[in-house]
C-alpha cells in the first residue's frame, strides 16, 4: 500500500490494524504512514466509516485486557480501599470479609497478568522485558497495544499536521477531552511521539498518581510527569520534549449527557499561558468514545465531583462491560480526531489578553474539530458543549 497523498484533506491510521512487526520503536513513520488512508472531501471521512469495531480480534488479546485493564483500575483504588478497609476492620467483621475479598481479587488479576499473559504477549511483541529504562522503547508495551486492538483505536489529523515541518521537529503540547473515566485513546502511546511530532510525549497526571505504589512506578517508566506549570514547561523548554494534557482532568469524569458531549474547557487557561511562555503550539484532540467506554455514577448533589477534585482523584463508581464494578470498558471504538494547530509564539510574560486570545482559539478548534468529525463517527445528533 503506498502512502497517501500530502495533498489530502484528512488522514487516518487504525492502530488496531497496524501490523504487529512495525509496532516498534525502531520502525520508521514512513512505514506507519504507508497503512495509513486519506480523503480529499474537506468534510472529512463518510458518514459512519469511524466507528467501526474490531470484529477480528483476537480472543486472547480480549481476555488478556479483561484482565489487565481491570488489574489498572483497581491498583488505582487500593491503596486507599485497603488502609480504610483495614481500619474498618477492627470494628467490622464485614469490612475484613471485603478486606480479604479485595486482596484476593488483586492476586488473581496479578498472577493472570505476570505469569499468563504476560509471557505469551512478550514473545508474540518482540520484546524480552515488560519495562527498560528507555522511555519511548516502554510506550510499546504489550498492555497498551493490546488496548489499542481492543478499542479499535483510529487516529484522525488535518493536512496542517502531515508531515508538518514547522511542527514534526519541535515540541509541542497535545490537549485531550474528553477524560472520561479512563482516557484509553491516549494509551496508544507511540503514535503520540512518533507520527505529528518527533519528540517523546510525557502526559500529565496528578502527582498523587505519580506517588501510588505500582501504578505510580509503570507511570513514570512511560512518562507521566506531574500536571504542574514546571514540570511541564521544563520538560518543553530543558528537554526539548511533547507534553500531552488531558484538558478536562477529574472534572471531565463527570460530564455525563446522553445527548450532549461536554468539553470543560471554559477555564482551562493555564495551558496557553505555558504554551506561549514556551513557544510552542497546541493541537486540541478530541477523543469520540470515552465517555461511552463506562456507565458513570454521578450523584445529584455532586457530593463525589467536590471530594475527587479536592483530594485529586476520582472517586465515583464506574461499571464497564458486562456491569463489570472498575472493570474493564465496553468495546466501543476510539477516535481521536486533532485539529489545527494552535501557534503560540514565545511569549515569556504573556498579557491576559494575549492568554484569551489564544484560549478563545484553542476552544475553537475543539468545536470545529467535534463538528466536523462527528457524523463520520455516527454522531450526526450529538451537540459538543464547552463548559
Not at 522485558?129 to 483510529?154: C, F, H, V
Not at 502527582?207 to 511541564?232: H, T
Not at 457530593?303 to 477534585?309: A, Q
Request: a positive charge; aromatic letters at 12%; charged letters at 20%.
Amino acid at each position: 500500500m503506498a502512502a497517501p497523498s500530502a495533498s489530502a484533506e484528512y488522514y487516518k491510521l487504525n492502530m488496531a490494524s497496524l501490523p504487529d512487526a512495525l509496532y516498534k520503536k525502531t520502525t520508521p513513520l514512513e512505514k506507519w504512514l504507508e497503512c495509513a488512508e486519506s480523503t480529499n472531501d474537506k468534510k472529512g471521512f463518510p458518514p459512519n466509516s469511524l466507528n467501526r469495531s474490531n470484529d477480528d480480534l483476537d480472543p486472547v488479546v480480549e481476555y488478556e485486557r479483561l484482565v489487565g485493564i481491570s488489574l489498572y483500575m483497581i491498583g488505582n483504588v487500593s491503596p486507599f480501599a485497603i488502609v480504610v478497609f483495614g481500619l474498618l476492620s477492627i470494628f467490622s467483621v464485614w469490612a475484613r470479609y471485603l478486606l480479604v475479598a479485595l486482596l484476593v481479587y488483586i492476586g488473581v488479576l496479578t498472577a493472570l497478568e505476570r505469569f499468563y499473559f504476560g509471557p505469551i504477549f512478550l514473545k508474540r511483541y518482540g520484546r524480552t522485558s515488560t519495562m527498560t529504562n528507555d522511555i519511548k522503547d516502554n510506550q510499546y508495551l504489550y498492555t497498551e497495544r493490546n488496548t489499542s486492538k481492543y478499542m479499535n483505536t483510529t487516529v484522525v489529523w488535518p493536512r496542517s499536521l502531515h508531515l508538518a515541518k514547522d511542527i514534526r521537529d519541535k515540541p509541542v503540547i497535545f490537549c485531550l477531552v474528553p477524560h472520561g473515566v479512563a482516557p484509553l485513546g491516549a494509551t496508544a502511546y507511540p503514535m503520540w511521539s512518533k507520527i505529528w511530532s518527533s519528540r517523546l510525549c510525557h502526559w500529565t497526571c496528578a502527582p498523587v498518581v505519580l506517588r501510588s505504589p505500582g501504578i505510580g512506578y509503570f507511570m513514570d517508566k512511560i512518562g507521566y510527569i506531574p500536571a504542574k506549570a514546571k514540570p511541564m514547561l521544563d520538560t518543553l523548554t530543558k528537554k526539548e520534549e511533547s507534553v500531552g494534557v488531558f484538558l478536562d482532568g477529574i472534572d471531565g469524569m463527570f460530564q455525563v449527557g446522553a445527548n450532549t458531549e461536554r468539553a470543560v474547557l471554559k477555564k482551562r487557561k493555564g495551558i496557553v499561558k505555558i504554551a506561549l511562555r514556551a513557544g510552542v503550539p497546541i493541537i486540541p484532540a478530541y477523543a469520540f468514545g470515552h465517555t461511552a467506554a463506562y456507565s458513570v455514577c454521578v450523584d445529584p448533589f455532586g457530593i463525589l465531583k467536590t471530594v475527587s477534585l479536592n483530594l485529586q482523584m476520582s472517586l465515583t463508581p464506574f461499571f464497564g462491560r458486562y456491569g463489570w464494578f472498575l472493570g474493564p470498558p465496553k468495546r466501543v471504538p476510539i477516535t481521536i480526531c486533532l485539529g489545527d494547530p494552535i501557534v503560540c509564539p514565545l511569549t515569556p510574560e504573556p498579557t491576559q489578553a494575549q492568554i484569551d486570545k489564544h484560549h478563545a482559539q484553542m476552544v475553537e478548534g475543539f468545536q470545529t474539530t467535534f463538528d466536523r468529525h462527528k457524523k463520520a463517527y455516527g454522531w450526526e445528533k450529538k451537540e459538543l458543549k464547552i463548559v
